[in-house]
């Protein structure tokens, strides 16, 4: 039963990649392990307390972006657009709800995939499949999939500075609630959800006006001017996640400092394999991901092999099931786990159950779809009276054409050739989104 970081490397393991030069990996690995954490275990621990709170409904998750974070568009605007769009989110979410909003981007290492296959074949030529930058290439050649260690060090740096930029804009004056107006985004703003956004804007501005008039502004009240925004990814690939695994000196207790939490997918879960191996060992707030193959007792075991104090704000289940089994699967594991006694933080997945396939090939995800699921998951909380703490979503800040549906911005099939830039799963562009938040604002409100 002891724990190390690296005692997950005698089970057995899926969705991994086999390097072709040990010893290169091992050279990685070892430079990995000397470069500072990306966080600090104490915020780690602040992100706990607040997941605690959502857990009894004191406050509400909203955990988003890309599916998958790329080299290739590693910019400023794309990380700014998704920062702006989570305010905004934020913005709406809180005014609705009435609580905190506790903002979790999956951003600064969300890098790795598990895939459905081993391998890809495309007209009759069969290679490895692409499963995130932090692991190869995405193009379609042989030189492009072979996993390449060195892209560790790539993701590390990219994560480091996605993250330098999300605390600047966190810190420094963007997020201040002054600027509820900026944060609308240029292709949303004229159209009537941006107008609908504008007018939530205007009341927040009448607020900031009379909190001013009492002598409460944002130069001396620092929750109106600043915010923060936790990072957080699928830790798949745990060669990489073992190099930044640290022991804090505070508690001297283990931390994976890539991320202030941590998530585990929905294909790597098995209680007997090395991912729960490794998770049980960390301190962070982590999140399993509860898709329809999940069983009762199962879940039990794997709520027990995770949080085995029973600690709240700990664990998040991300539930996935897809609009049309949510209903079939979700009230039985939830009874169960309210009858245990375990504590842990809902969310809702609307977007893995729920891929399609165009008939001109696209991976797509519909907004109805979307929607119903967040529905039902909401309804199904409030028949067993526990509580819906909180959504996952794969978003991105940028106008991209991935997802069909939604009122704002009613994409059809033939539409998603003009922009369709996912690495990987189709995500809801800014529009989508915001229109979901708006949506998800009634549900809870009703
Ligand atoms: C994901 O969140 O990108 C993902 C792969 O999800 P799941 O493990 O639920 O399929
Ligand atoms: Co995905």
New binding site residues.
Partial sequence: MSWTPSSWRTFPIKQQPTYPDQEALKKVEKELSAYPPLIFAGEARTLKEKLAQVGRGEAFLLQGGD??ESFANFNSPNIKNLFKLMLQMNMVLMYSTGKPIVKVG?IAG?FA??RSSDFEEIDGVKLPSYRGDIINGMDFTSEARVPNPENMIKAYNQAAATMNLVRAFARGGLADLNRVHQWNLDFIKDNPLGQKYDELSKKIDNSMKFMAACGLTSDITPQLHQTTLFTSH?ALLLNYEEALTREDETDQKWYDCSAHML??????RNLTEAHIEYFRGIQNPIGC?V?PSMGEDELIELIDALNPENEEGRLNL?V?MGASKIQEFFPKLLKRVRDEGRHVVWSC?P???NVEKTSNGFKTRNFDNILSEVEQFFAIHKEMGTVAGGI?L?MTGNNVTECTGSKSCPLTENDLTSRYHTQ??PRLNASQALELSFMLGDIIKN
């Fill in positions: 599916c998958a999956r969300q995939k598990p699928e998530w585990i997918g929905d294909r790597t991901k898709g991300i996935r997945d977007m893995h159950g996952h794969e990987c799963d």
